[in-house]
């Protein structure tokens, strides 16, 4: 496979297709793939003085217009997804894996106390449901579904589904069978 940039990653898991730089753009009418666009290129320039602050201010003010508050900061593999725009928030310190699904309303956070003190660490072909929560130094592993409106506080591994308030783990190891599609 050639060697296609974190973009061009992204975009093919919502078409399906390699495309080109002016393909790309296009796609940018969707609130979505615009902000995945504007936040990889601050992730590109972050340690750049002057085009780092040009992408972070664009990145900010697309944060308050579509409702994502994603930062540079944050570690996410290629191949990331944005469901629905609006209401989601992940914590800078946060680590996603690749191909990874995230829908709206979902918080990503950190804990500031208590056993679990810390961020959360989530795997590679991970779709995590509408309004659903994770949160503080826990782990979820590979190939893991987080229902809709699930509650996660606790490490999940792989090859599972969680569901409910307070999560529960179900195994499944087709956890992500036709919810993680066109991976790279």
Not at 6 to 19: A, M, T, V
Not at 75 to 81: D, N, T
Not at 111 to 121: A, S, T
Not at 139 to 145: A, Q
């Amino acid at each position: 496979m050639p060697d296609y940039t974190s973009i061009q990653k992204d975009f093919y898991r919502e078409s399906g297709q390699w495309l080109s730089t002016f393909e790309i753009w296009t796609k940018c009418i969707n609130p979505n793939l615009h902000y995945i666009y504007l936040l990889r290129k601050a992730q590109q320039y972050r340690k750049k003085s002057i085009p780092g602050l040009f992408w972070r201010f664009v990145l900010r003010h697309h944060q308050i217009k579509y409702g994502f508050q994603i930062y540079p900061e944050t570690e996410i593999g290629e191949g990331f997804y944005l469901g629905h725009w609006g209401a989601l928030v992940i914590n800078p310190k946060a680590k996603i894996g690749k191909n990874c699904n995230i829908a709206q309303g979902v918080t990503i956070g950190q804990q500031n106390r208590g056993k679990n003190e810390g961020f959360p660490v989530i795997g590679d072909e991970v779709w995590i449901g509408p309004n659903a929560v994770i949160v503080g130094n826990v782990n979820i592993g590979n190939n893991v579904l987080i229902a809709p409106n699930a509650y996660v506080n606790f490490d999940v591994p792989g090859d599972s589904v969680v569901m409910g308030n307070p999560g529960k783990i179900y195994a499944a190891e087709d956890a992500t069978k036709g919810y993680i599609n066109n991976k790279v």
